[in-house]
């Protein structure tokens, strides 16, 4: 995935388009929801050998958690990396 919750939902036509009339009023409550996504992948047995193994998730927007078979091993809580100013 790239992409959001609302061009997700409106792909899986589960709202009407957001950006077409007062559509946006209609879809508020997407923003106000907690949202899951969830994503199957293997892993082949040379990478599970080293100590560490870096896993980019690019773009997780505001709040986030990471979890790898039900353990938490990242999270979020901005998008945008702070800058050292």
């Known amino acids: 995935?790239?992409?959001?919750?609302?061009?997700d939902?409106?792909?899986a036509e589960k709202i009407p388009d957001p950006?077409?009339?007062?559509?946006e009023?209609?879809?508020?409550?997407?923003g106000e929801s907690d949202w899951?996504?969830?994503?199957?992948?293997?892993v082949p047995k040379e990478v599970l050998q080293n100590d560490r193994?870096?896993?980019?998730?690019e773009g997780l927007d505001t709040l986030a958690s990471v979890?790898?078979?039900g353990q938490k091993v990242g999270s979020?809580?901005?998008?945008?990396?702070?800058?050292?100013i």
């Open 9 to 11: 939902l409106l792909a």
């Open 67 to 69: 979890k790898i078979n």
């Open 53 to 57: 193994v870096l896993l980019r998730c």
């Open 25 to 30: 009023k209609a879809v508020q409550w997407v």
């Open 76 to 84: 979020a809580d901005n998008m945008f990396p702070a800058l050292g």
């Open 1 to 7: 995935m790239p992409g959001c919750v609302h061009t």
């Open 19 to 23: 950006f077409y009339r007062d559509n």
């Open 36 to 42: 899951v996504y969830q994503r199957t992948f293997d």
